[in-house]
């Protein structure tokens, strides 16, 4: 295919989206074309279905892991009637002593609901911890781009659900990035004080090398 084709078919999928986005009540997703920057192209309205805007995705979560937590998401993938919204949904499931580790969202805020049991959320910024108990029926807010984290501190197993200002947002886990790849264990113990043999066992148990 030609550049100028190609040229061609992306501004139509651009302006395609975003026309549909401004115009219409809704934009549901067609996943048989690619994404773009202002979200998936828009699924015709005759093949719409109000299955479209529904979903059964938030269900209890395998916490089988070495956070003893996981979780279900309702992100555009999962509901597509969700797609130029800018916004989605996911359940949390902590098992006793259960963590969300440390992460951030680099393009989404995010707001949490306790639904079951007791726990500490908190963000960190340069020069502070804003961290919060929190109990059934309480509410907190992480802002966009902040490192934050949540623990169970209950006696019982807890549900959070959280609700995001993005269809898909992305996620960035702190551990992931230092202890999931390649990185060089000297390099991580330099720049973080770490000890050498405790980087190496997290290496291991999470599929990092080097």
């Given at each position: ?48 279905t109000a299955n479209?805007?529904?979903s059964s995705s ?153």
């Amino acid at each position: 295919m030609k550049i100028i084709h190609i040229f061609l078919f992306l501004f139509y999928l651009l302006s395609y989206t975003s026309h549909a986005v401004s115009t219409n009540d809704f934009c549901v997703a067609d996943f048989t074309f690619p994404k773009t920057p202002s979200g998936y192209p828009c699924k015709s309205e005759t093949n719409v279905t109000a299955n479209d805007f529904a979903s059964s995705s938030l269900v209890a979560a395998n916490t089988k892991n070495i956070f003893n937590s996981g979780l279900t998401t309702a992100f555009v993938k999962d509901l597509p009637g969700l797609n130029g919204l800018d916004i989605s949904a996911l359940r949390i499931d902590f098992d006793i002593n259960g963590t969300v580790p440390m992460h951030i969202h680099p393009d989404a805020s995010e707001l949490i609901i306790v639904a079951q049991g007791e726990i500490k959320a908190g963000f960190i910024t340069p020069t502070k911890v804003y961290e919060k108990y929190l109990k059934v029926g309480d509410v907190f807010v992480f802002p966009t781009g902040l490192f934050h984290y949540q623990v169970n501190i209950g006696p019982t197993k807890a549900i959070v659900y959280a609700v995001f200002g993005s269809s898909n947002p992305s996620i960035q886990l702190l551990f992931g990035l230092l202890f999931k790849n390649n990185l060089p264990t000297p390099i991580i113990q330099k720049t973080t004080l770490l000890d050498a043999s405790q980087i190496m066992k997290l290496k291991a148990q999470l599929g990092g090398s080097g």
